[in-house]
Nanobody
Framework: QVQLVESGGGLVQAGGSLRLSCAASGRAFSTYGWFRQALGKEREFVAA????????LYADSVKGRFTISRDSAKNTVYLQMNSLKPEDTAVYYCAARMGSVVTGSRVAYDSWGQGTQVTVSS
């Protein structure tokens, strides 16, 4: 059974940091991504990483503040979030796909986690 389990969300003040984790089981995925969905808005792309970890892609809104990485031995993907802003408040979802292309297209991802809430207070 394929499972993606996110953890690490919480409440943080603006300017603070959080690290999200996504533990995968049941399948050897090639590409992982993080997406987020704020209340009343569409789910949007945040970051993605290749199998080797050497190829990454970021949304413009998080470039320079967020870093995606993966530990293949642990089947875990991380999202380090620094300099958080109130507009980063959302439910963050981990996603995975079998294809090797690192993409920000939501429909390209095969499996999704349940999400973890990140709230940034001003």
């Amino acid at each position: 059974q394929v499972q993606l389990v996110e953890s690490g969300g919480g409440l943080v003040q603006a300017g603070g940091s959080l690290r999200l984790s996504c533990a995968a089981s049941g399948r050897a995925f090639s590409t992982y991504g993080w997406f987020r969905q704020a209340l009343g808005k569409e789910r949007e792309f945040v970051a993605a990483v290749s199998r080797s970890g050497g190829n990454t892609l970021y949304a413009d809104s998080v470039k320079g503040r967020f870093t995606i990485s993966r530990d293949s031995a642990k089947n875990t993907v991380y999202l380090q979030m620094n300099s958080l802003k109130p507009e980063d408040t959302a439910v963050y979802y981990c996603a995975a796909r079998m294809g090797s292309v690192v993409t920000g297209s939501r429909v390209a991802y095969d499996s999704w986690g349940q999400g973890t809430q990140v709230t940034v207070s001003s």
